[in-house]
């Protein structure tokens, strides 16, 4: 198993994600995608990402 | 009246002919075989492929020229296959360019390159350009050396009416109307099928919103022959340009229209060269001395009829299914169709088939439409994205692919394939085909094998069923040959290839030996020891293969192939 990511660390992520969406513009959403794209390659399991967009399409 | 243009079609490099109209004489009216409508490659095929059957057909042609524009252009070696066996082959390769790569660009970057693998083994290029004029006109010179077959040109259907047994047309010419009788109606008539119209039978699936415009021009290019996709080009920005080389310094090139523009506005002179201009000018060619042949304006769909078979009518190639042009999808598709249709219309016509054969091919065909509308899906939705999801993905891999190669891959076409009928009701249930670790599995088209210099397994195939026999003996086994004796006497046609896996003279009893000293024809049929065998349908389909063929394994094998078990299965 692996371990939730520290706060620390998450604090950074949430920092950089605010700056490159700001500094994207109005690429910010093609921005988005290309991230997703990128961590689903890092993540390489299919249906972990599938989990992933169900969760990040609930409470919009 | 049906009034066809007997003016010839506009071209610069095609020399267009006007055939004479067929009138009807007056009198009783004709019960005929087989009427094939529509005289464009699938009608034309079909024709010959009946005729290889020894089955006359009768093929009506709206028009009395061959096909205006180039059309389909991009022939796969499945078609090339099949045109050997109708004996066009030659002259598509004498006038064709083979090709096997594909280049993909974004931002004056090649992002990926497709390349098709070549086998030494096959007699024919991955794909061959040929613009579809020339195609028609072969099969039409080969139809008219064919006494089995008459091409009446000038002759458009205007009404079907389906009896129990045959179905009666109603037909227009220039001259005098007429009424046709026919057992068996094939409907060839194309994307936009009459016949459809008027059974009234509707296509499934989606259409999708991206239009392209298809320009042929005359230009000195000095490219090769390989398939250019530009992404999101400066000049068309979010859109898609294809480009093709014909024969004759003739170049496809499509592009998809801005989403707000008609087709009229697309395919004005002005906007035609100023578009074709920028591409050029894109590839840093600054010649406008070039020559417009022939345009027209697609749109993809992924559309197929829920089956190809209704009542005395069958549906093949445009006429049943209507396939987005990426992955050169559309006749390479149709050419299957008739293919699979040829050998199983004959055979039932002449009362050697079981209740199952004809309605195979409505169940083989009708299911390779659907898979392929569903891979043609994946590719039509990157090419001409439908929503602003797919836009956003699309766009999110063009860039990553500048930098990642693991998104390249997405721009593969997916060319359009051999189609596999692995789960066919046609191939047999008890043989040993999961007990093969290589070869072409049931459902599968035989593999071609080069015997010699300019000699290829498929140059020998015979209109008939080939049953493949790898032995070490010279002679067939006994019961295995009474048993091939006892079905050609009821009239199959059966061709038996010996493959004489330790060299030596001609096994008696087959048609052909075929000496494997190297064991290579072995190899690639996955064969270990002698006595192994494959059934395959005149098709050049796998439906049966054996470790150790015998008697009554092969009357199993004929039997399940002949649609004699299950056919009353949908």
């Not at chain 2, 298809?214 to 390989?226: N, Q």
Request: hydrophobic share 40%.
């Amino acid at each position: 198993m692996s371990q939730s990511i520290s706060v620390t660390d998450l604090e950074r992520v949430y920092d950089r994600l605010a700056e490159a969406i700001d500094r994207t513009g109005s690429d910010s959403e093609l921005f988005l995608v290309k991230l997703a794209l990128l961590t689903a390659e890092t993540l390489n399991n299919v249906e972990h990402f599938d989990a992933l967009i169900e969760c990040a399409v609930q409470d919009l | 009246m049906h009034q066809p243009q007997v003016i010839p079609h506009q071209s610069l490099y095609f020399p267009y002919q006007v055939y004479p109209a067929f009138m009807p004489s007056p009198g009783v009216v004709k019960r005929l075989p087989v009427v094939i409508v529509g005289a464009g490659p699938i009608g034309l095929t079909l024709a010959l492929e009946l005729a290889r059957y020894g089955v006359r057909s009768t093929v009506l042609s709206a028009q009395q020229q061959v096909c205006e524009g180039s059309r389909a252009i991009v022939f796969t070696r499945r078609s090339m296959e099949i045109f050997q066996q109708v004996g066009v082959s030659e002259a598509v390769t004498e006038q064709g360019l083979p090709w096997r790569c594909g280049n993909s660009y974004y931002r004056g970057q090649r992002v990926f390159r497709m390349e098709a693998l070549v086998d030494e083994q096959d007699r024919f290029a991955p794909m061959t350009n040929l613009q579809q004029q020339y195609l028609e006109q072969h099969l039409v010179d080969a139809v008219q050396a064919q006494p089995l077959i008459e091409l009446r040109w000038g002759n458009k259907v205007i009404g079907i009416e389906q009896g129990a047994d045959h179905a009666i047309l109603q037909v227009d010419t220039p001259g005098d109307g007429y009424t046709l009788q026919a057992d068996w109606v094939v409907a060839a008539d194309g994307a936009r099928s009459g016949l459809r119209s008027m059974l009234g039978l509707k296509l499934e699936g989606a259409s999708y919103e991206g239009r392209f415009v298809i320009a042929d021009i005359r230009i000195k290019l000095d490219l090769p022959t390989e398939r250019l996709a530009f992404f999101d080009p400066a000049w068309n920005p979010g859109n898609t340009v294809l480009m093709h080389r014909e024969p004759g310094d003739i170049w496809r090139i499509d592009y998809q229209l801005p989403a707000d523009e008609t087709p009229e506005q697309a395919l004005h002179p002005d906007s035609l060269r100023e578009r074709i201009n920028a591409q050029l000018a894109m590839l840093d060619i600054e010649n406008t001395g070039w020559e417009l042949d022939w345009s027209s304006v697609y749109s993809a769909r992924a559309l197929t009829l829920k089956q190809y078979i209704n009542d005395r009518v069958i549906f093949a190639g445009d006429a049943a299914h209507l396939l987005p042009i990426f992955g050169v999808r559309g006749a390479n598709t149709g050419f299957q169709d008739c293919h699979d249709l040829g050998w199983k219309l004959a055979l039932h016509i002449k009362g050697l088939a079981g209740a199952g054969l004809l309605a195979s091919y409505s169940d083989e065909r009708v299911k390779a439409a659907r898979e392929i509308i569903e891979e043609a899906g994946k590719s039509t939705r990157f090419m001409a994205p439908p929503s602003r999801g797919y836009r956003l993905l699309r766009d999110a891999v063009l860039s990553l692919s500048l930098t990642r190669e693991f998104v390249r891959p997405l721009y593969h076409w997916r060319t359009s394939r051999a189609h596999d009928y692995a789960d066919s009701r046609l191939n047999a249930q008890n043989d040993d085909n999961l007990l093969f670790a290589d070869g072409p599995r049931n459902g599968a088209p035989l593999l071609n094998v080069r015997l010699a210099e300019e000699r290829y397994l498929f140059d020998l195939l015979a209109p008939a069923f080939h049953l493949i026999c790898f032995t070490d003996a010279a002679q067939l086994d006994e019961d295995v040959n009474a048993q091939i004796r006892a079905l050609r006497h009821q009239g199959l046609p059966i061709q038996v290839i010996a493959i004489a896996i330790n060299g030596g003279g001609q096994v008696q009893h087959a048609d052909l030996t075929l000496a494997d000293p190297h064991k290579l024809f072995s190899a690639r049929y996955g064969v270990l020891h002698a006595g192994a065998a494959y059934l395959a349908r005149p098709d050049q389909h796998v439906c049966a293969r054996w470790h150790h063929l015998d008697a009554e394994r092969l009357r199993h094998g004929f039997n399940q192939a002949l649609g004699h078990n299950g056919g009353d299965q949908q």
